[in-house]
Each structure stands twice: as structure tokens, then as C-alpha cells.
């Protein structure tokens, strides 16, 4: 193994009050860190070639143990409340100490990386991490510097990832034992207690959500984003399980990234340099970029085997329903070089209706687009959070709720003046249920979806007969290539039409609800889009 030199090493993490671990091993590569992994039986080697690793108790982010320490720069900044709580300045720098305290005397991996496909936005990362396979995922996720440039570099946002360290609530100031708290003083993110590697890179997605909009002016976005063979880019917005990472990944089109970007004055570029895709019900006829990215390299999260030992059975949630892989983005082929694209032609909100009351594609005016985005309305996937193990109808602003430290106002209005600039379409894509709410109807099939936007894109719905929803308001296509014309009004999928109009004037009920948060920040433009419950 090459140690870089360890005592060297070791003393350029005085910084971090880090000299006393025992070894510090830098930069190794994804082969090094599968060794690493396997010696120490924290994983397996699977026939695709890819490391399978279990996270332990965690298997989901645990959004009600992020924290923002309060500070100057936060404090009159930061959307506090329960997505946003704050944490002590004195203790947090105390769990800093005890954490040190922690990893003295034992092994830790360092990685060298950066956020940001744009040269002008590029924040520099160093992530310590306790176990190879976290810091595995890191190199994943991350954008990979050069040789040259790990051999002069400077981080300018630190991590440090401890899932063996477990917080003491009373004494620490946290909720329980694990936690992610970021520090925008410090420019450092720490996380203990759990093995869940995406809190690591929700973490940094966090930081560039307050950075870009606050301090670069611009619209950081939790979204996939993909370009056509004419140039044109496509942004999909949606919370994890609702199709980012899939409808993305078209064979047709090339893959700019998968779930964060940034939309500059006149570009899309990716923060992240690999993708993060849920593997549950994984067939390489239904999404075969992901599938076949599923190699040496890749790192399977969570999931079950076949017989053998050694074949990953992706139907098997015995541990989770998110199961996951994370995997450098050259795994795919057709993907974007530089990951960035010009600014968008098309955006789509994507939706999980758990209620089966959405059309599955609607083309949005000006206000709807608006008041879609700061709904976000979704269903949480089974797993994607701990505690969640059934979908549950939610509503997060901006498509993001739980990674945007600023108020969703602000991220509302860089969107609505792009909007204006670009004269850009948008569309609501239902990926959810029809026929009935879950549990009685069915989930949208991949292939419809899929002939829906590709519709949208290629200017198939431009011309055709739309319809309007008479509650909620939204122009819904009548027929669209290779998507059953039955399909596209939601309400002619149930049997029970009355059934169907109960259940759209409550959803629409919550959405109002839900809405009355941002009234005084909404002009009349966008309270019109709100819907409307209609006599059954």
C-alpha cells in the first residue's frame, strides 16, 4: 500500500487536531480502498466486480440530526426552524475535540476532492474519513483532482466522518448518538455516529446551497440534468425516488449529472463528479446505464444476494428498501465533458403522487411553475429516510427542503428570473400512482414516463389538445406518442370517479394548507396557481 509518506502526512492534519491518529493514508485509489475494505471484512468483492458494504443502523439520512451551528454568518442568514437547527458554537466545538480524541491512535483515510464542474465556482474538500469505503465513496461522489494539483492543494471546506465516534446527547448537545452538523465559520462539516454515506455528500450539498446563492448569485439546485444532440439542456427537479437519477440517464442524451447543480448566468454544471441511484427492483432492461455502471469501482450499499453469496439481488430489501450504488460518472459512456451544459430549454418537476390525483404530465404557466416549486410536493420513498418504510406524502420546498439552509423565497425567485430570461418550459411529471392512491392503484410505468418527456423535449406536445384539471388548474396533454391516451387524464384511470374527486379536493386541501407558509412572500401571479376544491 502507498502511505504517502505517514508521518508527514499525519502532521499536515495538525490543522484539524488530527496529528495523533496512527496512520493517515491519503488519496488512495478506489482499488487500494477495496483492499483496505475487504482485509478489514468491512466488505465483499461481488461478481459485477463492484464492493458491496453494509452502513450499519443507518441506512437513510436522518434529517432531525443535521445541525447549523448559529454563528455571525448564520445567524440572520440561515432558515432556521425543524430542518435548520441550530447547534452551539462552544459545543460544537467541544464534540470537535472529543471526536479527535476518538480517532487518536487509530487509522484514517484522507481525500483530496472538490465540488464543482465550473472553474469559477470550484470549492476545494478535504474528507477524513474513519473507514476505507466511506472515503471510497467520497472519490465516487466528488470531483477527482489532477496529480498535479493534489500535490498543491489547498481545501477550503473540511470533513470529517467518524461512524464509529457515537455522540452523548447530555453531554455533546445532540438529539442522540449520531449527527451532521455543519459550521460555516469553521468551513467544516462533522458526522459521527452513523455509516450512511450520504450524509456526506448531503452535507457539502448543504454548504454550496448557502455559498452559491447568497455570496455567487446562483441557483443551486437539487436536481439531474441531461443534454440533447442539438445542445439543448433538460433540468429534473425531485426529491430521491422520484426518477432524477433514471430519467436522466437517456442512452439519447448526454448525462450532465444526476442530483446537484448549479445554474449560472448562462450554464447548468454539475457539483458532483459520480452518481448516487437507488438499486431496489434494478433491471438492466429498465435502466441499463445504471446497471451496467455497476463495476469495479462502484459501491453497493445495503443490499441482498443471491444464493451463491456473491450476485447482488436487487429485489432483495431485506436490509432496506434503499439500497443504493454510488459510482464515478465515467461509468457511464454518454456523458457530458466538462459536466456542464448550456442554461435549460426545458425543466421538469418531478412528483411520486402517493394519491393517484395528478395527471402524470402537465405543461405549467409562469405562476404554476412557481407554485409548484415552492410546494415540492412528492411522496418520501420507502427508506430514503430513517423511520420512513411506506411512501408518505410530503412537502418540500424547492424540491430540496432538507439541504437549503436559506429560505425557500429566495431560491424561488433566482428560479422565477431565470425562468423569465430563458424562456424555458416546464413541465409536472407525475412518476407516481394512477388508478388509485397506493396501495390500489399502480405505479406510472418507467417506459410511459419516459415517452412523456421525450414527447416534451422534442416538441411533440406543442401542437396536441390539452385539457384543464378542474382542481388543481393544470393543462394536461390528451395524447402523446407511445403513452396510452387513457393514462394521461388521471381521473378516467379510477373506476370510482367520485372516489377520485374526494381524494383531489383533499390533496388539494394540503396543498393550501402547506402553501399558507409562503403566502407573504407570494405575489398574485403565483396565489392563482393554487388549487381549487371543487363540489363532488
Known amino acids: 500500500m502507498n502511505n504517502f509518506g505517514l508521518k508527514a502526512e499525519k502532521a499536515n492534519l495538525s490543522y484539524l ?17 477495496t483492499e483496505e475494505t475487504i482485509i478489514k471484512g468491512q466488505g465483499l468483492l461481488t461478481d459485477t466486480g463492484a464492493l458491496a458494504i453494509d452502513t ?3 441506512t437513510g439520512r436522518s434529517p432531525a440530526d ?32 472529543r471526536m479527535q480524541a476518538y480517532l487518536a491512535g487509530r487509522e484514517v483515510y484522507v481525500r483530496d476532492a ?31 483532482p489532477t496529480q498535479e494539483e493534489i500535490l498543491d492543494f489547498n481545501p477550503e471546506w473540511n470533513v470529517i466522518n467518524a461512524p464509529g465516534f457515537m455522540a452523548d446527547a447530555e453531554i455533546d448537545g445532540t438529539r442522540q448518538h449520531n449527527f451532521a452538523i455543519i459550521n460555516f465559520t469553521k468551513k467544516m462539516i462533522l458526522i459521527g455516529g452513523t455509516g450512511y454515506t450520504g450524509e456526506i455528500k448531503k452535507g457539502i450539498f448543504s454548504v454550496l446551497n448557502f455559498v452559491l446563492p447568497a455570496q455567487k448569485g446562483v441557483l443551486s439546485m437539487h436536481c439531474s440534468a441531461n443534454v440533447g444532440k442539438d445542445g439543448d439542456t433538460a433540468v429534473f427537479f425531485g426529491l430521491s425516488g422520484t426518477g432524477k437519477t433514471t430519467l436522466s440517464s437517456d442512452p439519447n442524451r448526454k448525462l450532465i449529472g444526476d442530483d446537484e447543480h448549479g445554474w449560472s448566468a448562462d450554464k447548468v454544471f454539475n457539483f458532483e463528479g459520480g452518481c448516487y441511484a437507488k438499486t431496489i427492483d434494478l433491471a438492466a432492461e429498465k435502466e441499463p446505464q445504471i446497471y451496467n455502471a455497476i463495476k469495479f469501482g462502484a459501491i453497493l ?10 450476485t447482488p439481488d436487487y429485489t432483495n430489501i431485506t436490509k432496506t428498501q434503499n439500497t443504493r450504488v454510488s459510482y464515478p460518472i465515467h461509468h457511464i459512456d454518454n456523458i457530458m465533458v466538462p459536466s456542464a451544459g448550456d442554461a435549460p430549454k426545458n425543466i421538469f418537476f418531478l412528483t411520486a403522487d402517493a394519491f393517484g ?15 409548484q416549486f415552492i410546494s415540492g410536493y412528492t411522496a418520501k420513498v420507502a427508506g430514503t429516510e430513517a423511520g420512513v418504510t411506506e411512501p408518505q406524502t410530503a412537502f418540500s420546498a424547492c424540491f430540496g427542503a432538507p439541504f437549503l439552509p436559506l429560505h425557500p423565497a429566495r431560491y424561488a425567485e433566482m428560479l422565477g428570473e431565470k425562468m423569465d430570461k430563458g424562456n424555458v418550459n416546464v413541465w409536472l411529471i407525475n412518476t407516481g400512482w394512477s388508478g388509485g392512491e397506493y396501495g390500489t392503484g399502480s405505479r406510472i410505468k418507467l417506459k410511459y414516463t419516459r415517452a412523456m418527456i421525450t414527447a416534451a423535449l422534442t416538441g411533440k406536445l406543442d401542437n396536441v389538445e390539452y385539457k384543464c384539471h378542474d382542481v388543481f ?8 406518442p407511445d403513452v396510452p391516451t387513457e393514462l394521461l387524464n388521471a381521473r378516467n384511470t379510477w373506476s370510482d370517479k367520485n372516489a377520485y374527486d374526494t381524494k383531489a379536493n383533499s390533496l388539494a386541501d394540503k396543498f393550501v394548507k402547506n402553501f399558507e407558509q409562503f403566502e407573504e412572500y407570494a405575489n398574485e401571479e403565483i396565489m392563482n396557481a393554487s388549487p381549487q376544491s371543487v363540489t363532488v
Request: hydrophobic share 40%; aromatic share 14%; proline share 5%.
Open 17 to 33: 487536531g488530527l496529528d495523533h491518529v496512527d496512520a493517515a493514508y491519503w488519496n488512495l485509489s478506489p482499488a487500494e480502498l
Open 56 to 58: 450499519g443502523e443507518f
Open 66 to 97: 443535521r445541525f447549523i451551528v448559529k454563528d455571525a454568518i448564520t445567524t440572520d442568514e440561515v432558515w432556521w426552524g425543524d430542518i435548520n437547527k441550530p447547534f452551539d458554537s462552544d459545543a460544537f466545538d467541544k464534540l470537535q475535540g
Open 114 to 144: 472538490y465540488a464543482c464542474a465550473d472553474d469559477t465556482y470550484r470549492l476545494n474538500l478535504r474528507v477524513v474519513t474513519e473507514f476505507p469505503w466511506s472515503n471510497m465513496f467520497a472519490s465516487n461522489m466528488f470531483l477527482r
Open 301 to 310: 450499499e445495503n443490499i441482498g444476494f443471491e444464493e451463491n453469496g456473491c
Open 357 to 371: 390525483v395528478l395527471p402524470p404530465v402537465s405543461k405549467l404557466t409562469r405562476g404554476q411553475a412557481m407554485y
Open 473 to 480: 388548474g393544470l393543462n394536461f396533454p390528451t395524447t402523446c
